[in-house]
């Protein structure tokens, strides 16, 4: 992780900035990357949340911080599992409750899997289609997983959310803040193979990660500190046996958005960049959330204090 580290501030350095960064290897930002006593007061903070799947878990307990400093965001941005928990951050629920709701949901198997495919009257047939371009319909997927209670629209939530998508054909991003909140969070998790592609306004839609895994840079208010949340953090094992296909499949898409955000942060970086040390989990750990959550927690109080120093100006 030092090398990472090494590389990541090396490529922000080099644009002559200053950028407060959580290191998953010390856990804390260090005294040369203290936000400038001159920096001008914000009113505010927009909070970016990244995709990497099962690693973006630790995005709760910078959830839970935010509640604790009872300062909310201005706007939120997410990606992928970022969109997916930011929509529900921005949909009511609080960092707690949405830690009980996916510990709940990824602790016990046998009710997760009764939840997906025979509740509401669903079968089997009706989430995976092998006629379709890949197995899952995400939409379905997250209608049935979700608290049922779950804000309809963009327009019901209690946060301005920017949910990031990839147009397939087009080969951009694209930016969902209206319509309506499910199919726009399923097609930023879309991943293709295992979740179908999501047509929204006559647009194939992907997964987010392919443009832009953490979206610090779709804020267009100056008067905001910008925080980005990245969970693209390598993954090391002392394996030496070869991965599997699916294995293989998955870790190139980690390291495609690993690789994505450390050339965006050589170009631009937000205000405060955390990262929570949760790089030695894989991308589809999804039943080690306890654990992730945990590994994650030492981001709480460097978040806390970071942003308060920077909301404050001094």
Known sequence: MLQ??????????????????????????????????????????????????????AHIPILEAVDELGVMPKEIAGTSMGAILG???????????????????FTRKPQLLQKLFLSNGRTW??????????????????ETVFPKDRPETFDDLRLPLK??????????????????????????SALPMLLTPVRIDDRVLIDGGFVNPTPFDVFDRADLV??????????????????????TWIGSFSITLHSLVAAKLACAQPDLLIEPPIGTFNTMDFFKIKDIVKAAEPAK????????????GS
């Not at 147009?167 to 930023?188: C, K, M, T, W």
């Not at 109080?301 to 404050?312: A, G």
């Open 87 to 105: 929509g529900l951050y921005a949909g009511g629920m609080s960092g707690r409750d949405i830690r009980d709701f996916a510990v709940d949901l």
């Open 4 to 57: 990472r580290r090494e590389l990541m501030l090396a490529a922000v350095t080099a644009g002559g900035s200053s950028l407060p960064v959580l290191s998953a290897a010390q856990g804390q930002a260090s005294s040369e990357e203290t936000p400038s006593a001159s920096a001008k007061k914000k009113e505010g903070f927009a909070l970016a949340l990244g995709g990497g799947a099962a690693k973006a878990f």
């Open 125 to 142: 047939s009706s989430l995976l289609n092998m006629t379709r371009p890949a197995i899952i319909d995400p939409v379905v997927l997250f």
């Open 163 to 188: 949910i990031v998508a990839t147009d397939f054909y087009n080969q951009s991003q694209v930016v969902l803040e209206q319509g309506r909140l499910l199919p726009a969070i399923a097609a930023s």
């Open 301 to 312: 109080e460097v978040f806390k204090r970071e942003l308060s120093t920077l909301l404050d």
């Open 226 to 247: 910008t925080v980005g949340v990245d969970v693209t953090g390598s993954t090391f094992s002392s394996r030496k046996t070869f991965p599997s296909g699916l294995e």
